[in-house]
């Protein structure tokens, strides 16, 4: 059994337990704010005693150093590199700044959920809020089932704040802006290929760049997707469905034509100097091109139409297919390599919103 105490504001717990060295300890604990939410907690304790025989005093680690723990021996190991990049950064610029000196094992549910409240009200983004959740939630489950540092997962009942956001199509090229882009990235440019690639596919910039031409079937006209190329590094797809075949008409095929034969002048006028590549997109001298090489394309965008990026030709071909009326929902979502069918409608709401508004004309017909 154990005793409650009140200090100032707070309610502890002291418990008596035996230790690895046989003899007897007692150990008090932060509880919470009420006496009940103490009884809680306690009981968390015990039920740890029941399952494992033994009692496993908290560590005085603090939310800063666990973090940089989970990243490095969970995130890292299990996740792709750009996830461990985004929650390393979001970790940096955000938990740690307001929890990073706190104790892990004093952090409580009702302070995670209010300081969420807080970043809604000062402007974050909801994508960043819901990210950040996940963090909490996937970095407090780790603590509690792997580590064994907490007994009760504080982020477990925290939830996202509710958004009034009004759903927003993603940018797109119109034709006009396709035709300037294709006229200035002509046949003979570095960026010719992957351009047209991303534009007539709808692949992901990963994507493309990883491809080998062992992954393309000219005269059959499809592309195999297997990989994605992140920061100078062959990583598999961002998700199962994303592994997939992807059609490509008689334009792309005449364009990857050139690229073929682009590549083997290139390879004569280097000569010794020119590097051998199975890669598709490639530079002059063959080797293969990074992400850092489609930089001059989002200055381009910035310079010509104000914004814009690499990943808008993803979009553009999406709402294209979508927009035309003769491409289902279900086809555009496999052609993407998304999950699920939810996230190609809730990216491309105020299209799928428009093929309901002609669908419910056409009732009216029949009716």
């Known amino acids: 059994m154990a005793t409650f105490v009140k200090r100032g504001k707070k309610w502890f717990f002291i418990v008596s337990y035996y230790g690895s060295d046989g003899g007897r ?23 740890q005693k029941d399952e494992t025989g033994r009692y496993v005093k908290p560590p005085d680690i603090t939310v800063g150093d666990f973090m940089a723990e989970w990243l490095e021996k969970q995130v890292k190991v299990n996740s792709k590199p750009a996830t461990y990049n985004l929650y390393k950064g979001l970790t940096a610029n955000h938990i740690n700044p307001a929890f990073g000196a706190r104790r892990l094992r004093d952090i409580r549910t009702r302070e995670l959920q209010d300081w969420l409240i807080g970043l809604k009200d000062k402007g974050s983004a909801k994508s960043t809020v819901k990210v950040l959740l996940s963090i909490l939630r996937s970095a407090g489950k780790w603590a509690v089932a792997n580590r064994e540092y907490l007994t009760v997962n504080p982020a477990a009942n925290v939830s996202l704040p509710r958004f009034d956001e009004a759903p927003t199509s993603p940018g797109v090229f119109t034709p006009g802006e396709i035709e300037k882009i294709f006229d200035f990235y002509c046949e003979g440019s570095k960026l010719y290929i992957p351009i047209r690639i991303a534009y007539y596919t709808g692949m992901r910039i990963g994507e493309v760049l990883a491809l080998k031409w062992s992954d393309i079937d000219l005269f059959g006209r499809s592309i195999s997707v297997s ?86 030709f993803r979009h553009t071909h999406a709402t294209r297919l979508l927009a035309s009326g003769q491409f289902t929902l279900e086809y555009v979502a496999k052609r993407l390599g998304h999950s699920s069918l939810a996230t190609t409608a809730n990216i491309y709401y105020n299209v799928t919103k428009d093929e309901a508004r002609q669908a419910a004309d056409k009732m009216e017909d029949i009716l």
């Open 227 to 312: 990989k994605t190329l992140y920061n100078g590094q062959h990583n598999s797809p961002k998700t199962k469905g994303s592994y997939r075949q992807v059609s490509f008409g008689q334009k792309l095929m005449t364009d990857l034509i050139k690229q073929k034969h682009w590549q083997e002048a290139n390879a004569e006028a280097w000569g010794a100097y020119y590097t051998p590549s199975p890669y598709v997109c490639t530079r002059e001298d063959g080797s293969q091109m990074t992400a850092n090489d489609i930089r001059a394309f989002e200055k381009y965008c910035k310079a010509h139409f104000g914004g814009h990026s690499f990943h808008t």
């Open 25 to 47: 300890h007692r150990h008090e604990e932060y509880g919470g704010m009420t006496k009940e939410e103490a009884e809680r907690t306690f009981r968390a304790h015990i039920r």
